[in-house]
């Protein structure tokens, strides 16, 4: 037989005709899977995407006529470690002459927000709800989070970040820049939040919740890690209270503001429980927990003796992390899954996305 270059030669895939939309809606039904793949899988435990998750980005006021966008511009920021990764400072988007006292936005940018967010928002859920219950998985645990903090751009080698800058600010040329939103807030900004917003809203204080959260591969599930929530119990030892596979995220929506002072993170997630544990896994599990010693000066606060951040050549700490959590409810925050109707849905949305917009998207200059 002769010899056919690589370039030159076909695949047989090629002679089947193109999937219709038809075609490929149950195909997708029948093999989509709630763990995910390993391109979707941070290794180290601590990001997981299912494999359907929505991952989007728009900026509130810049394009949809509901803000003045002719002062819009973006800004460099010191964040040391994306400097020392990058060689180069991040920007963030901003107005020129923003008036926090002053400033209004058009309209109701909460609604806008609601109204782009929600068909997302019902596709992640309901694609997430069939496959938990096709799979009959259920100990599982869904529920939207919103994180406030800045939306940072970094170029690319495809994109020169100070091209950029100097050309007029749009979503188009803001979408071809790679994005990471980042937490770090001043501690000025919670204790307002617990001081003046909470009393305001009307939520009640519930708990303070001391956490020591323990990271774990497992062997036997390469594509996820196991979450070991533990307390302090006397004599300083941790004791372990509950065990989740890692969330996995469904939905992700970033939304910058720039006529606020933060930007806005909704994401759609579910836990999952690890049911059916047999002895030996809790055991093998048990024996990292109780091998941890508290040290306040390493990252995290727990640190393990040599050879002892392993157990039964299956299980291996992978993070660790201690968390301080005030809790605080009331009866429109604390909701419960059932039947609703879709207008319910979008009003309950656009309710507590109004909450948002009005109490939590305001601090201090933090990024200079």
Not at 83 to 111: Q, Y
Not at 173 to 185: E, G
Not at 265 to 274: A, D
Request: charged share 25%.
């Amino acid at each position: 037989m002769a010899y056919i270059p690589p370039h030159k030669r076909h695949s047989k895939d090629s002679e089947m005709p193109t999937p219709t939309p038809e075609f490929l809606v149950p195909q997708f039904k029948r093999n989509v899977q709630l763990r995910a793949p390993k391109s979707n899988a941070d290794r180290s435990g601590k990001i997981i995407y299912s494999n359907y998750a929505i991952n989007r980005w728009f900026a509130l006021g810049l394009d949809d006529g509901n803000g003045d966008t002719s002062d819009a511009h973006l800004k460099p920021v010191s964040v040391e470690f994306i400097e020392r990764k990058t060689g180069e400072k991040p920007v963030i988007l901003v107005k020129s002459n923003f008036d926090k006292e002053n400033n209004e936005v058009k309209g109701c940018p909460w609604s806008s927000i609601a109204e782009k967010v929600l068909p997302d928002l019902l596709s992640s859920f309901e694609i997430a709800r069939a496959e938990t219950e096709n799979l009959d998985l259920k100990e599982v645990k869904p529920g939207m989070v919103a994180r406030f903090g800045k939306i940072l751009f970094h170029g690319s080698p495809s994109v020169n970040l100070e091209s950029v800058r100097k050309d007029c600010v749009t979503e188009t040329t803001l979408r071809n820049l790679k994005r990471s939103f980042y937490t770090s807030l001043p501690a000025s900004y919670t204790a307002n939040i617990m001081a003046n917003v909470a009393p305001k809203i009307g939520v009640d204080f519930t708990e303070v919740k001391d956490t020591y959260h323990v990271k774990l591969s497992d062997t036997t599930r390469p594509d996820s890690t196991i979450s070991c929530k533990c307390s302090v119990v006397d004599f300083k030892r941790l004791q372990l209270y509950k065990v989740e596979l890692n969330p996995v995220r469904d939905m992700v929506v970033d939304i910058s503001c720039p006529d606020m002072d933060l930007d806005l993170r909704l994401m759609l997630c579910h836990k999952r429980i690890l049911t059916s544990p047999t002895e030996d896994e809790i055991q093998c599990i048990r024996n990292l927990i109780d091998s941890a010693v508290l040290d306040p000066d390493v990252k995290g606060g727990l640190r393990w003796p040599l050879g002892k951040a392993s157990s039964g050549n299956r299980f291996n700490v992978v993070g660790v992390w201690h968390t301080m959590a005030t809790a605080y409810q009331n009866s429109s925050l604390r909701l419960k899954e059932q039947e609703v109707e879709t207008n319910v849905i979008s009003n309950m949305l656009k309710d507590t996305l109004s909450l948002i917009w009005q109490h939590f998207l305001r601090c201090e200059p933090f990024l200079t």
